[in-house]
């Protein structure tokens, strides 16, 4: 295991004010994980890792001199470049060349990187994360294991920590694509309100403190969070914020679900030049970035999803988990016993570009530092379209995102004619207007005119029986996630064709 040195003491206290406390994880684990056995072929090759120069004749590895690969060569942009993100693209900048090698020296052997290994993923290249997130984060006494990506670590989590019947929390407006892979499960999902500022810390406590498990079942005891440009509303969490959610969690014994792909990607930063020149990109980005969850997560509750998805490309399908010793064996035993580790070749990459003579973990935070600079550009100019030719209108409003990919657009219905608030709900918490069907005329208007944009409906939390839950979320659907990740042509575009099809709803 990869354990990271801890910055505070086990008896030190933190930005709350609270020791360190001593949590039985345990009772966190679903039945399925109480009763799963370590991978024994596993649990062999793991002690055959311990004395150099063991001879293994109990795994059926195709030996590494039959491997129809000898090397491997990556192409990356120079991270010499002042901007490389903008050399990349316009191809102006150099490129280097990185390579992992069988036979030769190199940071990762594909004699390792190719065998078969531990669900946790190569120790060298834990290793490397590990680095980076001290660096980042400076988490105590925290395993990093590898994964597929969120998605996969996700869905791993929820069967590590869900039973059929329990109840999960999350924002009432979320990533469905990842709920919904709890459904099957049996976890049913308890919705938190939101606001601009994302989900509202007083719901979250309101919501444990009037738990009946009489009539409720079990109290809640995973929360589920996207924290930095939420998906799909774009909000990030306030460090105010953070900290009582934590504090929350601390209080009610919850599992911290942090999934935050979108935290590196953070706009008007103020990074400061000097730092920069003193001590390099990671101690300046280090400064600036949004403080995680992990970051203070003084008694091991909380499990931290990192994904190279959106920082480097979406199909290298490798992300890393962060979290307490004991959970994060747990997780190694699923992952022993149904994928088993990550690709050789994503970890090969990964190995290269942080180690010596790729980019190192200071060249990666240049490229992110870089990359930020691009995107925060790209929201630029989608707010400044939007405003010329969508908000000029009245019909629709956006708060600016801080951070990610989207923005979550508001549709003010209330100026539409046929907007009703005169509904009867048929079912407690029901929509008292006729919003989601003004909503869903207006997505296939957008259709229509080759246009689309991702609507608030798609997000929102449902129960097993497809319906929306509480709250009269029915009413407060009237929001479109549209992204600024595109072209500048896409973007212009895109939000001309909004504005005309907004005036043309509005006012036919």
């Known amino acids: 295991m990869v354990f990271l040195p801890s910055t505070t003491s086990a008896t030190s206290t933190v930005d709350t004010g609270l020791k360190r406390s001593h949590v039985d994880f345990s009772r966190h684990l679903s039945s399925e994980a109480r009763a799963r056995l370590p991978n ?11 004395k150099a120069g063991t001879i293994n004749m109990g795994n059926g590895d195709p030996h590494h001199t039959l491997y129809p690969i000898s ?5 990356v942009p120079s991270i010499d ?17 990185i390579a992992s090698y069988k036979d030769d020296p190199c940071a990762l052997s594909l004699r390792t990187a190719f065998a078969y290994g531990a669900g946790a993923g190569l120790q060298h290249v834990r290793d490397a994360l590990a680095d980076l997130n001290d660096r980042i984060h400076s988490p105590p006494n925290h395993t990093v294991s590898l994964s597929l990506g969120n998605a996969d670590a996700l869905t791993k989590c929820f069967r590590l920590l869900g039973d059929r019947g329990n109840s999960f929390l999350c924002e009432e407006f979320t990533f469905s694509a990842m709920t919904n892979a709890a459904l099957p499960l049996g976890i049913e999902w308890v919705p938190v309100r939101m606001d601009k500022g994302g989900l509202v810390p007083s719901d979250l406590e309101r919501i444990l403190s009037n738990w009946n498990e009489v ?26 914020r953070r900290q009582q959610i934590y504090q929350i969690a601390h209080d009610w014994d919850i599992i911290i679900l942090e999934d935050d792909p979108y935290f590196f990607l953070q706009y008007d930063l103020g990074v400061d030049q000097s730092t920069i020149r003193q001590y390099g990109y990671t101690r300046a980005m280090a400064e600036v970035l949004p403080r995680s ?18 920082i480097v490309a979406p199909g290298m399908r490798l992300g890393w988990v962060t979290s307490n010793n004991f959970l994060a064996e747990k997780l190694d035993m ?65 708060e600016v995102p801080q951070s990610g990919m989207f923005v979550w657009i508001k549709i003010n219905l ?68 549209a992204t600024f990740v595109g072209t500048d042509e896409t973007i212009r575009d895109g939000l001309t064709i909004f504005g005309r099809a907004l005036e043309e709803f509005f006012c036919f």
């Open 81 to 97: 470049e002042h901007d490389p993100v903008q050399s990349w693209r316009s191809g102006t900048g150099e490129q280097n060349i």
């Open 40 to 50: 024994p072929i596993k649990s062999i090759w793991k002690a055959a890792q311990v």
């Open 334 to 398: 699923l992952t022993d016993s149904s994928s088993q580790h990550p690709h050789g070749m994503g970890q090969a990459f990964v190995a290269e570009l942080l180690g010596s003579d790729g980019w190192g973990v200071d060249g990666f935070m240049k490229w992110i530092s870089s990359l930020c600079n691009e995107y925060q550009r790209r929201r630029d100019l989608f707010m400044d379209v939007f405003r010329q030719k969508v908000a000029v209108s009245g019909f629709a409003t956006a």
């Open 71 to 75: 090397e491997m060569n990556f192409v």
């Open 414 to 481: 209330e100026h539409h004619a046929r907007f009703s608030t005169s509904q009867t709900p048929t079912v407690p918490g029901g929509p008292t207007t006729n919003t989601a069907d003004l909503m869903d005329e207006l997505f296939r208007k957008l259709l229509d005119c080759g246009l689309v944009m991702m609507p608030a409906s798609t997000f929102a939390i449902v129960d097993r029986t497809g319906r929306t839950t509480g709250n009269h979320i029915g009413d407060r659907l009237n929001f479109f996630r």
């Open 215 to 240: 009539t409720q079942g079990k109290r809640p005891h995973v929360l589920y969070t996207i924290p930095c440009s939420q998906n799909p509303t774009g909000s990030t969490l306030s460090l105010e």
């Open 293 to 310: 969850f992990l970051s203070m997560d003084y008694d091991g509750r909380v499990m931290r999803l990192d994904s190279f998805s959106k």
